[in-house]
């Protein structure tokens, strides 16, 4: 199948500071990504989607400006937490569909832990 | 609004029996629904999707408009079987997918 790649798989990072979260599809053009949020032991919550080119539509709830997404090109997307804090601490993942195979198949990268201290 | 229920956290079998993990949707369109398996230390990858009709693993889930069901079913369960599986939900059109609560099979020697 195909390969959604995301970095880094683990950070740490001060009250305060912005992180940068890279999901790219590696043999496929991902004209769709989306991000997801997961707590401990709970489902993924869906955050936003993003299709290239365009402004991300985010879920009900999700603060789009603490939450930017960027969707530059057809093999990466990037989620910029602003200002971070405490309860921001989660584990981010994110999945790609495009054409051909991945039209109606998401596939996922193997998800971010961001830990803000 | 897309809602995917499935009422299990927990299933616990033993090796050779049969397994179903129960998913329930809520969609006033025609639903695309999968089933999606993530395995100890690995990341989500999608075990079926109803519109293939086929057999995974071993595995079937078929939809059920009626009961608004897409129960995953298999005969006999095996130990590397365990694992967290999620039931997933697109709307007619739309591209975003949405997540059942996700049930952890356990299956025991």
């Known amino acids: 199948g195909a390969v959604v790649s995301q970095h880094p798989s683990r950070v740490i990072c001060k009250s305060g500071t912005s992180v940068k979260i890279e999901c790219r599809s590696l043999?496929?053009?991902?004209?769709?990504m989306f991000w997801y949020r997961q707590f401990p032991k709970q489902s993924l919550m869906l955050m936003a989607t993003s299709n290239e080119g365009s402004k991300a539509t985010y879920e009900q709830g999700v603060e789009k400006d603490k939450f930017l997404i960027n969707h530059a090109s057809l093999t990466l997307s990037t989620l910029t937490v602003t200002s971070a804090h405490p309860e921001d601490s989660s584990f981010y993942i994110c999945?790609?569909?495009?054409?051909?195979?991945?039209?109606?198949?998401?596939?996922f990268g193997q998800g971010t832990r961001l830990t803000v201290v | 609004a897309q809602r995917v229920t499935q009422p299990e956290k927990l299933l616990s079998v033993f090796k050779g029996a049969p397994v179903e993990l129960k998913c329930n949707y809520s969609y006033s369109g025609s639903p695309e629904l999968f089933w999606y398996v993530q395995y100890s230390r690995q990341r989500l990858q999608l075990l079926l999707r109803h519109i293939s009709r086929e057999s995974i693993k071993g595995f079937t889930a078929d939809l059920n408009k009626g009961e608004t069901s897409f129960h995953l079913k298999k005969p006999f369960a095996q130990e590397e079987d365990s694992a967290m599986y999620y039931c997933?939900?697109?709307?007619?059109?739309?591209?975003?997918?949405?997540f059942g609560q996700g049930t952890r099979l356990t299956i025991n020697p």
């Open positions: 999945s790609a569909r495009g054409g051909g195979q991945a039209e109606t198949e998401a596939f």
């Open positions: 043999d496929f053009q991902a004209t769709t």
């Open positions: 997933a939900l697109s709307g007619q059109g739309a591209q975003k997918l949405v």
